[in-house]
């Protein structure tokens, strides 16, 4: 019997070491973020925003280019306001209305949004602190990191005019 209890025991002890006893709740099944990109979701005064892969992307003369998705989930539009750093805003070019479902992309094939901080010296590697404004949805705060440019972000540059440059041509930085 005392044999009996102490397999038993073992046993016991062994599962929950493992971690097999925290089922549908452990912490390594909830993780959702597989990118450098940081996740926001905005749920205050009615809005329903979602912002996606948030980073900052460090160039070689010395701006910060951000890269990301903003969704706009709400019945209701909203508008980006504006994008700081260290209260030193961003120039943000393109589309800054959001209407349902239809994204605002920083960066990439599909888009229609750029934002800059120009001449900040950003350090590949550190995260900053960047605050988002919405007419609808007010302020919301986010701990980025700071890529460098390599990569999947090889080819962002900082200038508007750059990113019309047909594929293969040499993009000065």
């Known amino acids: 019997m005392r044999r009996i209890f102490t397999i038993i025991s073992a046993l016991l002890i062994a599962t929950s ?14 993780i959702t973020q597989v990118t450098d ?4 979701k905005i ?3 009615g809005s329903a925003i979602k ?3 948030l980073l900052l992307v460090a160039t070689k003369n ?4 951000v890269v990301g998705t903003i969704v706009n989930q709400g019945a209701e539009r909203d508008q980006l306001i504006g994008i700081a750093v260290d209260g030193k805003g961003a120039t943000i070019t393109g589309k ?6 239809a994204p605002l992309r920083f960066e990439g094939e599909s888009a ?5 901080f120009t001449g900040v010296l950003p350090v590949a590697g550190r995260h900053v602190k960047v605050d988002l404004g919405f007419a609808r949805a007010g302020l919301v705060s986010a701990e980025v990191i700071i890529r460098d440019k390599r990569d999947d972000y090889k080819d962002i540059v900082s200038t508007p005019a ?6 293969g041509s040499p993009q000065p930085e």
Do not use: M, W
């Not at 750059?162 to 594929?167: I, R």
């Open 17 to 30: 070491l493992t971690a097999c006893g925290a089922g549908q709740n452990a912490a390594t099944r909830n």
């Open 37 to 40: 990109g940081v996740e926001v």
């Open 43 to 45: 749920t205050q005064n």
């Open 51 to 53: 912002i996606v892969n």
């Open 62 to 65: 010395g701006d910060a280019v």
């Open 96 to 101: 800054t209305i959001l209407e349902q479902n």
């Open 112 to 116: 229609n949004a750029k934002a800059v």
């Open 162 to 167: 750059e990113t019309n440059a047909s594929p």
